[in-house]
């Protein structure tokens, strides 16, 4: 499946989603951990990718006065502008920062598993893009979707009925859910086809907005490898959960929040040194 098909279903459902995504306005429990395992980010150049509708903008803002928001959804940045005038939002897409020099901002974030709205190969794109404005030391903030989550097995998911005793508010809520029954039947219809499945990856027709999305899913030890092979420091990589409890032994949760920082000068000559005096070290080498 095409790149082209891919943002052509994904950025369509985003452009009928501003309502959806304005109404909240508070950090995740994984968010506020990745957040507080970034050291000295006060007062350092912040970049916003994927802001949505901003529910991330304020708690960014707050940790440092140049902030920068982007999203590749004109009216998502049109909303941002209008809810927060004070503010710099940009229309831009992660899989091209070229209006960005190398070494720009110090904590780059994409929240709300925005990076699994691409293919494999943007993917790749945008982890090199943000490798290379990221400042050495700085840190990449990102959540995506668990491959080993048990949402990842499962083939078809009801939407959620919210029963209520006033007979009015069961009407309503009954006409909404039977709504969403047919959108999440007719989607899952049009769009499972084009899903893609490997032991690196996986592209699914995913149950967010009644099924109108293809999403990225990937295991966390394919996570760090994909990483590192971007230029990542890879030994630096934590990973919470959505409880915001740093994992240790794996998790089922449907998306994992990945803190990863680029390394210095110093560090990856220090990795260099290290990676040749193992291999001096080995029988039949040197």
Same mark, same amino acid.
């Given at each position: 499946?095409?790149?082209?098909?891919?943002?052509? %279903?994904?950025?369509?459902?985003?452009?009928?989603?501003?309502?959806?995504?304005?109404?909240?306005?508070? +950090?995740?429990?994984?968010?506020?951990?990745?957040?507080?395992?970034?050291?000295?980010?006060?007062?350092?150049?912040? +970049?916003?990718?994927?802001?949505?509708?901003?529910?991330?903008?304020?708690?960014?803002?707050? %940790?440092?006065?140049?902030?920068?928001? %982007?999203?590749?959804?004109?009216?998502?940045?049109?909303?941002?502008?209008?809810?927060?005038?004070? +503010?710099?939002?940009?229309?831009?897409?992660?899989?091209?920062?070229?209006?960005?020099?190398?070494?720009?901002?110090?904590?780059?974030?994409?929240?709300?598993?925005?990076?699994?709205?691409?293919?494999?190969?943007?993917?790749?794109?945008?982890?090199?893009?943000?490798?290379?404005? +990221?400042?050495?030391?700085?840190?990449?903030?990102?959540?995506?979707?668990?491959?080993?989550?048990?949402?990842?097995?499962?083939?078809?998911?009801?939407?959620?009925?919210?029963?209520?005793?006033?007979?009015?508010?069961?009407?309503?809520?009954?006409?909404?859910?039977?709504?969403?029954?047919?959108?999440?039947?007719?989607?899952?219809?049009?769009?499972?086809?084009?899903?893609?499945?490997?032991?690196?990856?996986?592209?699914?027709?995913?149950?967010?907005?009644?099924?109108?999305?293809?999403?990225?899913?990937?295991?966390?030890?394919?996570?760090?490898?994909?990483?590192?092979?971007?230029?990542?420091?890879?030994?630096?990589?934590?990973?919470?959960?959505?409880?915001?409890?740093? %994992?240790?032994?794996?998790?089922?949760?449907?998306?994992?929040?990945?803190?990863?920082?680029?390394?210095?000068?110093?560090?990856?000559?220090?990795?260099?040194?290290?990676?040749?005096?193992?291999?001096?070290?080995?029988?039949?080498?040197?």
């Amino acid at each position: 499946m095409s790149s082209k098909k891919i943002d052509q %279903i994904n950025k369509k459902t985003m452009q009928k989603s501003i309502g959806h995504y304005s109404w909240k306005d508070a +950090l995740t429990p994984a968010e506020i951990a990745a957040i507080r395992h970034v050291e000295d980010a006060q007062g350092k150049p912040i +970049l916003d990718l994927g802001v949505g509708a901003g529910r991330t903008a304020v708690p960014l803002r707050e %940790i440092s006065d140049e902030y920068i928001g %982007i999203d590749y959804v004109h009216e998502m940045v049109e909303e941002c502008s209008r809810k927060f005038p004070e +503010l710099r939002f940009e229309h831009g897409d992660a899989r091209d920062l070229s209006q960005f020099e190398d070494n720009s901002f110090y904590l780059i974030m994409f929240s709300m598993n925005g990076i699994s709205m691409v293919d494999h190969h943007d993917r790749i794109k945008i982890l090199k893009e943000v490798h290379r404005i +990221l400042m050495p030391g700085g840190s990449f903030l990102f959540s995506t979707y668990n491959q080993d989550s048990d949402e990842y097995k499962k083939l078809l998911v009801l939407p959620e009925f919210d029963f209520s005793w006033n007979p009015l508010r069961l009407f309503v809520r009954s006409i909404r859910y039977g709504s969403n029954l047919v959108k999440s039947g007719l989607n899952r219809c049009r769009f499972k086809k084009y899903e893609i499945h490997t032991p690196e990856y996986s592209m699914v027709n995913d149950v967010c907005h009644n099924y109108a999305t293809l999403l990225y899913y990937i295991s966390q030890e394919n996570q760090i490898k994909q990483l590192a092979s971007a230029g990542f420091d890879g030994e630096s990589v934590a990973a919470f959960d959505l409880s915001g409890e740093k %994992i240790k032994d794996g998790t089922k949760d449907g998306s994992i929040f990945y803190v990863v920082k680029k390394g210095t000068e110093e560090s990856v000559e220090s990795r260099c040194w290290n990676t040749a005096a193992l291999a001096e070290s080995m029988p039949g080498t040197g």
